[in-house]
């Protein structure tokens, strides 16, 4: 399996939704764990690349655009490590996708939460195809209502 760029906003597929990660380098993944136990939030944790993909064998790079990428690789890496161990997970406010995507452009989205918002389980997957759902999509959506 070819690895990652150190930096890279990676993302692997689970039952329903991704996760998603900052690719460190060294086989090492820095990532909010979220509910990895039951009735416990998990903490942004450092862990082996192959306890990230959690069996299995396809992982997906998030590409962003260069204009809303403010952080290069070496920067990505130390603010992502700024925030191991921080306790604060919330599945619509501050997941594993708020988490990767902050690292990289200083601003914490979720498509995975906002398609969910908008279409409900079915979102979820259109979102996660969707390249410009944040910039186009949900942005006209929102226009109907609050202009």
């Known amino acids: 399996m070819k690895m990652p760029n150190v930096?890279?906003?990676?993302?692997?597929?689970?039952?329903?939704?991704?996760?998603?990660g900052i690719y460190f380098g060294a086989n090492k993944v820095v990532h909010y764990s979220g509910f990895a136990e039951p009735g416990k939030k998990g903490k942004i944790r450092y862990t082996s690349f192959s306890d990230f993909l959690g069996g299995e064998k396809h992982y997906d790079v998030v590409e962003y655009p260069r204009s809303v990428v403010k952080y290069s690789p070496t920067e990505v890496i130390v603010r992502a490590l700024e925030r191991v161990s921080e306790d604060k997970y919330n599945l619509a406010f501050n997941n594993c996708e708020h988490f990767a995507c902050w690292c990289?452009?200083?601003?914490?989205?979720?498509?995975?939460?906002?398609?969910?918002?908008l279409l409900g389980p079915l979102g979820i997957s259109i979102t996660n195809k969707a390249p410009n759902i944040d910039d186009v999509i949900i942005p006209r959506i929102l226009r109907r209502f609050f202009d």
């Open 104 to 117: 990289i452009t200083g601003k914490s989205k979720s498509k995975q939460v906002k398609g969910f918002l």
């Open 7 to 20: 930096g890279a906003h990676i993302k692997v597929n689970r039952p329903g939704y991704t996760h998603h």
